[in-house]
């Protein structure tokens, strides 16, 4: 199926991705990523939870100064004190947390299903009185029947409800699944729909995908892929994935994908993974012969898109893998003229000494090692 070109991207690295183990973001560093993914042209954003009061308030209020440029939601539990208090901070759009799944319902909240459908519904004509945006989860459609989803999703619409959350939270299905939920609430709503999905298998993107593809209109991310467990759907990903798969632009500058990366990375105190997709730092770097050999001859070789595209950058790594052309090109780079006997002994003295440098060989130990091959092929 075809994706709708009106999508909406919605970034919850303020709310969900905070919600990461061991990560808590000062007042001043939430306020700084939240102006840097409304510079980035992130356009929705779930910001946090107010009823967590204290800082994270004041970091909300600072925040909300920016509400006429971009769309704030704020995170409520099913509780209506919550979402009052949300209002009393100049909230427009708001959020509210309800399960759906028999599981979660017992255990989580201690509630059955007729609560649920009086509650979502009281809850949402409440907002709407006030004028707000009103979303409102499905949380655990992984462990709920698609008819109660129907059901459920039927109730919300007419009590005015303007998105369904479809989450998937604890992460247990796979795209088929997933689509398959998304296509079954589509037929018994017309209420638009949210993709929520949980990394647990290592899904999370293709999940998004694949309900976006099946007729839900606004999707969440995290920057570096962050969140509650394995985390959320990456930011980067789905911006390039629906770029390159679907020709959509999702209106986020892909130029800042890199430098956004590496500034949450820093705020969350997580390093980010060499091989992590669109912005790692392996990404656009090459060792191996084969692909060196023709990245100096044309970049398209062995990348699927130009670092710049994302504001990353390109390495040419001497290593063990190396061979003769990226050791001729870099030393003659630095003016160092090469032959070929030389060229052959220097590249056994790199595969040697590769043990030595795991990040790559430096450009003055190869120097070294060149003049050390000139003197043993003499």
């Not at 209106?251 to 980010?272: C, P």
Request: charged share 20%; glycine share 8%; aromatic share 6%.
């Amino acid at each position: 199926m075809t994706i709708q070109q009106n999508i909406i991207l919605e970034d919850t690295t303020l709310r969900d991705g905070e919600q990461a183990p061991g990560v808590a973001f000062s007042k001043e560093t939430k306020v700084s990523i939240f102006n840097s993914l409304v510079d980035a042209g992130v356009k929705w954003i779930e910001a946090g939870i107010p009823a967590m009061k204290g800082d994270e308030v004041l970091a909300l209020e600072e925040i909300l100064e920016r509400k006429n440029e971009v769309n704030i939601i704020g995170w409520n539990r099913g509780v209506l004190e919550d979402i009052k208090y949300t209002f009393s901070l100049g909230f427009k759009a708001i959020h509210i947390g309800l399960p759906t799944s028999n599981i979660h319902l017992k255990h989580s909240v201690s509630k059955d299903r007729d609560w649920l459908l009086m509650t979502a519904g009281d809850m949402i004509k409440f907002a709407k009185d006030k004028g707000a945006f009103v979303s409102i989860s499905a949380e655990d459609v992984g462990r709920t029947e698609i008819s109660f989803l129907q059901e459920y999703a039927a109730t919300v619409e007419q009590a005015g409800a303007d998105r369904l959350r479809l989450s998937d939270t604890i992460g247990i299905l796979n795209s088929q699944q997933y689509a398959q939920r998304v296509s079954a609430v589509r037929q018994a709503s017309v209420i638009d729909l949210q993709c929520h999905c949980h990394n647990d298998f290592g899904l999370a993107v293709a999940n998004t995908l694949a309900g976006l593809e099946a007729g839900a209109r606004y999707f969440h991310v995290c920057v570096n892929a962050m969140g509650e467990r394995a985390g959320m759907p990456d930011l980067a990903q789905m911006v390039m994935a629906l770029q390159h798969f679907h020709q959509i632009d999702t209106g986020v500058d892909t130029r800042q994908l890199t430098r956004l990366s590496q500034k949450v990375a820093q705020a969350s105190k997580h390093t980010i993974s060499p091989w992590q997709p669109i912005v790692g730092g392996n990404v656009f770097a090459h060792e191996s012969g084969i692909h060196v050999n023709g990245m100096l001859k044309d970049s398209k070789t062995f990348e699927p898109f130009e670092p710049e595209q994302v504001g990353g950058q390109r390495r040419l790594v001497v290593g063990k893998h190396s061979g003769r052309a990226i050791l001729q090109n870099m030393l003659e780079e630095d003016s160092i003229k090469t032959e070929p006997q030389a060229l052959e002994y220097c590249l056994a003295l790199v595969r040697k000494a590769a043990e030595e440098y795991p990040g790559g060989i430096p450009t003055h130990v190869l120097h070294e090692l060149y003049q050390q091959a000139e003197g043993t092929s003499t």
